[in-house]
C-alpha cells in the first residue's frame, strides 16, 4: 500500500466487523440500511468536488465499495485484481459502482481527493466514481464497520446484499481464487431475475475511523 508504516498501522486495526452503529454515531438505528428494505438517501463529493447523489442512478444497480488505502484486507483485493475486475466486469454490464472513503480528517485511511486520484491511478481501478464521507453521514447509513464493506441495490432502490466481499476473511491474495464472492453472487442473481442467496454478512476487515468516535 502507499507505505509500510500504513500498512502496518491498518494491520493493527484490522478486525471482522459488521456490529450496528452505537451512541457514538449521529444516525439513528431507524434509519440505518437493512437487506430488503429501501436504500437510504445519500449524497456525497467526489473526488472531482462534484456532489453525488444516490437518487441521480434511480433505476439502477449500484454497487457501494468502503475502501482503505492502507489496509491489507482491500490490499489483499486490489493487489490481486479482484477488485479492479469486478468493477470492469459490472460496470460495462451498466451497474454503478461508488468507492467510498468514510475515515476522518487525521483518522488511518482517509484520503484527500488528490490522494484517492493516485490510489485508483496506481491500483488502476475502474469505479464510476470515489466518494468521500470525513463526516462519516455515509458509512453510517450503511452501517460500514470494516473495509472492504460491501452493499448491493437493486434497481428497485433496496438493500439486495450489505456485508463482506466474500467468505475468506484473510490477507492472502491466493484465498481470492476459491473464495465465494457475495457481491457477484448478487449481481449474477440480479441479472438474471432470481433472488438473492446470501443477503447479509458480517464484514471483515480493518475498522473505519469515523468522526469522533
Not at 471482522?16 to 436504500?39: H, L, Q
Not at 453521514?137 to 428497485?156: C, E, F, K, N, W
Amino acid at each position: 500500500m502507499r507505505t509500510l508504516g500504513r500498512f502496518l498501522a491498518a494491520a493493527a486495526f484490522a478486525a471482522v466487523a459488521g456490529f450496528a452503529v452505537d451512541r457514538a454515531t449521529a444516525v439513528p438505528s431507524a434509519t440505518i440500511a437493512k437487506p430488503g428494505e429501501r436504500a437510504p438517501s445519500f449524497s456525497a463529493p467526489d473526488i472531482a468536488g462534484k456532489t453525488i447523489r444516490l437518487g441521480d442512478y434511480a433505476g439502477k444497480i449500484v454497487v457501494l465499495e468502503w475502501t482503505n488505502d492502507g489496509c491489507p484486507f482491500v490490499g489483499k483485493h486490489y493487489d490481486s485484481g479482484n477488485m479492479q475486475a469486478l468493477q470492469q466486469k459490472y460496470t460495462t454490464t451498466g451497474v454503478v459502482w461508488l468507492t467510498v472513503a468514510s475515515s476522518a480528517p487525521g483518522e488511518q485511511g482517509y484520503v484527500t481527493p488528490a490522494e484517492a486520484k493516485s490510489d485508483l491511478a496506481r491500483w488502476h481501478a475502474a469505479p464510476t466514481d470515489f466518494l468521500l464521507d470525513p463526516e462519516g453521514m455515509v458509512g453510517r447509513l450503511y452501517d460500514a464497520r470494516a473495509t472492504p464493506h460491501m452493499v448491493v441495490i437493486d434497481r428497485s432502490g433496496r438493500v439486495a446484499y450489505m456485508g463482506a466481499i466474500d467468505d475468506k476473511p484473510s490477507t492472502r491474495l491466493a484465498d481470492v481464487r476459491t473464495a465465494h464472492n457475495y457481491v457477484a453472487a448478487a449481481l449474477d442473481a440480479i441479472a438474471a431475475g432470481q433472488p438473492v442467496a446470501v443477503t447479509s454478512t458480517r464484514a471483515y476487515g480493518c475498522s473505519i475511523k469515523y468522526k469522533d468516535e
